[in-house]
């Protein structure tokens, strides 16, 4: 019961004119984005970062929990409906999604997305109150423990991404600097700053995402040389019965995977969509239809992307530990209001934690009732010359980045990271461990330091704490799971080699 | 020759396969020029960080956990500068390039000039910013960026420039957001 007073406090506190009205608008403005091709949550959450200072620390965090919420319905939109998906994730829902927009089924498919985000949402909500009440547990831990988690929360980012362990490991070395730039939390010596006063109190977080997920995104656009085929036949919004019947089981299914999935830091949103596509055409009677607009294919991943989207907060809520890069920027918004995500906030500031979950709640509902009346909105939205949306975008990116700190240095940091992050981006080094780290690298060196301190300078005194150890064991299962893993790859292209050769 | 299934058709790169060896290993060569300036650039913060000082008595100083980080990066710019893009067979198919995030499109040489212009235009809010002040300096920088970027006749793009960067002065005004005011140009006319 204590869960359910919680929440309703939580909702006593969103439900106001003002904070609704900041809810509605993220939400707008999330699909807004989020319609933008190529955009993904974490693109769309960093372009519209600086919105966060416009208002008081709940209405922000419930404004950008909306934003996020919006941009991963806006992501289903284009994979829906150009076969654009705006993230990985989203490319499952694409496999039957545009198959269901030839056949002039579109509407059907963007209903049971918007049904199915709804139920993989709420359900997992309830699975987030109950979680929260272990939140006071996570009080116990030491700087040591919290060290390790840290560590091993970012060494599941890296090893579960995808993509090269080295590169993903250079891609979080390059963001805990960029997070060290500044005076030092301890001695007050200026590191890395090259004797400039703008860079004394560090790079600032909104710019560099901003640059390396939004700005990137926008100069890959530029340079895409493809035109966009847009449909406005989006046909009937209407669900039949025998829609509603083939997606129960997908929905029920998706909202348990993409739970659970959620709650282990780093696990790639792609990869449980996936699951989810490849579970329901397992189970499917007739699994030649997937592929050719199975409604199934739909309903699955996105109720497992939705619910994976609510899990997601359960790490960063319980232990301050962002499990995604979307996350790390709900985190900045969190600490450009001077609070702390973790066990703590629901002590400190229980009604920006109870209204954070509360309002995932409302969002949920707002999105649900705005997704469906508002599809034709973004297809006009996409009708717009590609071209010019860049041009849009770039304006409001400067005007962002500078209203930060009313700074043309922001402006120029958000052009530096943008372009290191393209340039990188290009050579297929992930920007999601930057993004973890510039978060969680303060909070690392912190924590590192205190345990050596208290340990006298021993490195020994890491290991002084059975939480930490089974975290560093963990860390090693994942690392030693990941070299064997890219070992094993080497040896079977080393053996196929010789007979592709003589073939041809 | 035919098409085989070991030799790539020209289908567009959707799945990791890119147009033959020559591409690889251009992608290659990138990923080995990049990680030699991470090696230069990560030597050069371990020199700084052991600077800063390791340790303050028994204490852990300012430059410890910057010194480790570097040093991680020394290591692995050298296993990026060894591996490169990763091994690309004979197919095309390079296992770097296949992971999930490869959606990017290969972009062409008008792309590029694109990209070269947009990132130059960039030049225009930095530096004119504030002796301008935001109406003037984002006027000109829309105009120019919908005029070549988006292939708009210059006086359409003039007029949607002013109309745009008014509209979001209002905007931002209404919601207490600070944008540069031309007090630079004012005192430049003013002396």
């Known amino acids: ?504 | 020759m035919q098409p085989s299934a070991h030799f790539p058709t020209h289908d567009p790169p959707t799945d990791g396969r890119v147009d033959g060896p020559p591409n690889g290993l251009r992608r290659d060569l990138g990923d080995r020029i990049t990680a030699l300036i991470l090696l230069g650039i990560s030597v050069a913060l371990l020199v700084t960080s052991i600077d800063y000082g390791l340790f303050n008595g028994t204490n852990p100083g300012p430059g410890l956990f910057p010194a480790i980080v570097a040093g991680a990066l020394v290591v692995l710019s050298v296993l990026w500068l060894i591996t490169g893009a990763g091994a690309i067979r004979r197919d095309g198919t390079n296992p770097a390039l296949a992971d999930e995030d490869d959606d990017d499109a290969e972009i062409d040489a008008a792309g590029w000039r694109r990209i070269v212009y947009v990132v130059a235009m960039t030049l225009v809010p930095l530096l004119l910013l504030e002796p301008l002040g935001y109406f003037v300096a984002m006027t000109i920088y829309l105009t120019g960026l919908l005029t070549i970027n988006a292939r708009i006749k210059p006086w359409i793009a003039l007029t949607v420039s002013l109309l745009g960067a008014g509209v979001t002065l209002i905007g931002a005004d209404a919601l207490g957001v600070s944008l540069p005011t031309p007090l630079g140009l004012l005192n430049l006319i003013g002396r």
């Open chain 1, 1 to 504: 019961m204590s869960a359910l007073n919680d929440l309703l406090l939580g909702l006593q506190h969103i439900l106001t004119p003002e904070i609704l009205l900041f809810a509605v608008l993220g939400c707008a403005l999330g699909m807004l984005t989020g319609v933008l091709p190529g955009f993904g949550p974490a693109a769309a959450t960093a372009l519209l970062l600086p919105v966060a200072f416009l208002a008081g620390p709940t209405a922000s965090i419930v404004m950008m929990a909306a934003i996020y919420y919006g941009s991963m319905y806006g992501g289903t939109i284009t994979s829906v409906l150009l076969n654009v998906p705006g993230e990985v994730s989203s490319v499952a829902t694409a496999l039957d999604g545009y198959p269901m927009t030839k056949q002039g089924r579109a509407g059907q498919a963007l209903a049971i997305a918007a049904i199915g985000s709804f139920i993989g949402g709420a359900i997992s909500i309830v699975g987030m109150l109950f979680a929260a009440q272990f939140a006071s547990l996570a009080l116990a831990l030491t700087y040591l423990d919290i060290f390790a988690f840290s560590l091993l929360a970012l060494t599941l980012v890296i090893g579960l991404t995808g993509s090269s362990m080295i590169k993903g490991l250079i891609s979080a070395s390059l963001g805990l600097f960029v997070g060290m730039v500044g005076l030092d939390q301890f001695t007050g010596v200026p590191r890395f700053t090259g004797g400039s006063l703008n860079l004394y109190d560090g790079i600032d977080f909104v710019a560099v995402v901003m640059g390396i997920f939004g700005l990137a995104e926008i100069l890959e656009s530029i340079g895409d040389p493809k035109d966009r085929d847009i449909s406005s036949k989006i046909g009937s919004l209407r669900l039949s019965w025998s829609d509603f019947r083939s997606s129960f089981g997908p929905i029920g299914r998706g909202t348990v995977l993409g739970f659970f999935f959620g709650l282990i830091p780093g696990s790639p949103a792609a990869a449980c969509s996936f699951t989810s596509y490849a579970l329901e055409r397992r189970v499917s009677k007739t699994p030649e239809r997937f592929g050719k607009g199975a409604i199934e294919g739909v309903a699955g991943p996105e109720t497992a992307n939705n619910a994976l989207g609510v899990s997601n907060f359960i790490p960063l809520l319980t232990l301050g530990i962002p499990s995604s890069a979307t996350m790390a920027i709900l985190l900045g918004a969190f600490t450009i209001h001077g609070l702390t995500p973790g066990p703590m906030l629901f002590q400190q500031s229980p009604e920006v934690a109870w209204g954070l979950i509360a309002s995932l709640l409302v969002s949920n509902v707002i999105l649900l009732a705005m997704a469906l009346p508002l599809v034709r909105v973004w297809v006009s939205v996409l009708k717009i010359p590609p071209r010019i949306l860049q041009v849009i975008t770039l304006g409001f990116m400067t005007v962002g980045a500078y209203a930060v700190t009313t700074s043309v240095f922001n402006v120029m940091v958000m052009w530096i990271a943008g372009l290191i992050g393209f340039g990188l981006r290009r050579l297929k080094v992930p920007m999601a461990p930057a993004a973890l780290t510039l978060v969680l690298g303060p909070m690392l060196e912190e924590n590192f330091r205190r345990a050596l301190d208290i340990s006298r300078g021993e490195f020994s005194g890491l290991f002084g704490s059975t939480a930490a150890n089974v975290a560093y064991a963990l860390i090693a299962t994942v690392l030693a799971v990941k070299i064997l893993g890219a070992f094993w790859r080497a040896v079977q292209a080393f053996r196929s080699t010789p007979s592709t050769v003589s073939s041809s």
